[in-house]
């Protein structure tokens, strides 16, 4: 009468013999416990179902431990290195242009790696004076090409530019064919020379 009602209820007895075993993998050692576990969980609760769901919950735990080490060495990769083209390129003349018309040698010579370049003290003296002679800068820095050598990268940019003297002379103005020549640094890229260097100057 007992196993009767429980049949009734939706519950069958458990067969083991009709229990598959699975594989547990754990520490490198695989063990045949799976039907054990199911037929425990069954006669606590009285539901065959609660024993699929406490199998089909062991498989994802297993899977997500077996994922994790693939996870962890993916997060570990190491960045690439900020690569150079035409949007770095043109980043970089868009900060030297906002500088200029900025009025902020701060700004302007950030950009610049003076231990990189040739003459790079008295190049950063000529931008110092230069900053300080004129009252405003109005700029326009239009690339015209890229090329990569090595790890430096060369710019060939047409350059308009209008500078109002802070001693009250005639504005001037210069149009000129400027290459410059960019370095990464570690922290970006930076430029480390530039030619003719006079179109930074005043007369």
């Known amino acids: 009468m007992g196993s009767s009602g429980k049949e009734a209820a939706g519950c069958p007895a458990l067969d083991s013999a009709k229990i598959p075993l699975m594989e547990i993998i754990w520490s490198g050692r695989r063990e045949a416990k799976a039907a054990h576990r199911h037929q425990k969980v069954g006669k606590h609760l009285g539901c065959h179902k609660v024993a699929s769901l406490s199998g089909f919950g062991f498989m994802v735990l297993t899977l997500a431990f077996s994922f994790a080490p693939i996870q962890g060495r993916a997060a570990q990769k190491p960045p690439q290195q900020d690569a150079f083209d035409d949007r770095t390129a043109s980043r970089l003349l868009s900060q030297l242009s906002e500088a200029l018309q900025g009025h902020s040698q701060k700004q302007f010579l950030a950009l610049f790696d003076f231990g990189r370049m040739k003459d790079?003290?008295?190049?950063?003296q000529q931008i110092e004076s230069f900053f300080s002679q004129t009252e405003s800068i109005r700029a326009h820095?239009?690339?015209?090409?890229?090329?990569?050598?090595?790890?430096?990268?060369?710019l060939s940019v047409d350059a308009e530019m209008e500078t109002q003297p802070s001693n009250g002379s005639a504005t001037l103005r210069r149009n000129e064919r400027l290459s410059f020549v960019a370095a990464s640094s570690g922290a970006g890229w930076k430029f480390?020379?530039?030619?003719?260097?006079?179109?930074?100057?005043?007369p």
């Open 120 to 124: 790079g003290t008295l190049f950063r």
């Open 141 to 154: 820095l239009n690339l015209a090409e890229t090329a990569l050598e090595g790890d430096k990268a060369t």
């Open 192 to 202: 480390v020379d530039v030619q003719p260097r006079g179109f930074f100057s005043l």
